[in-house]
């Protein structure tokens, strides 16, 4: 495997609910980020999906299709640049920042309440099984630490 690395574009969370909103930086724990809150904690959050990432590059693509998608619309607490989002599969791992580590635990499965960020309403244009390897991803905290806006995100091991 060939080390890679990217850098975290935003670092989003909100009370419950989306859009996530920018913070300069957030510590995680193997629960998520600290301020980071759920309305449905049966389909989201726990150790399992402790973090929502996605990528900057499939947002511009979003963007270029006509869609209002922005960082944190569809509920992610980080917007990566620069990976090669087709690595991001389960069991892969990722070092952010100096000491936070992530293990990409499964593809998320998107919901009606993400539908404000499609012009036309179908949030499934980022399920992965509708259009494969531009789905946003759930990890889980294998090291904890803090991460903020710049971080170098390297893909550590693949899946």
Known sequence: MQDQAGRVQQV?????????????????????????????????????????????????????????????????NLTVAGLDWDRLVPGARLSVGNELVLEVTSYTTPCHKIAGSFSDGRFKRVSEKVHPGESRVYARVLETGEVRPGDEVRLISDG
């Open 12 to 76: 989003s969370i909100s009370g419950g609910g989306v859009p996530k909103l920018p913070v300069e930086s957030a510590w995680v724990d193997v629960l998520g980020l600290d301020g980071d809150l759920h309305n449905d904690t049966k389909h989201h959050g726990g150790p399992m999906r402790a973090v929502c990432l996605y990528s900057l590059e499939l947002l511009q693509k979003l963007n270029l299709e006509g869609h209002p998608a922005y960082p944190g619309s569809m509920g992610e």
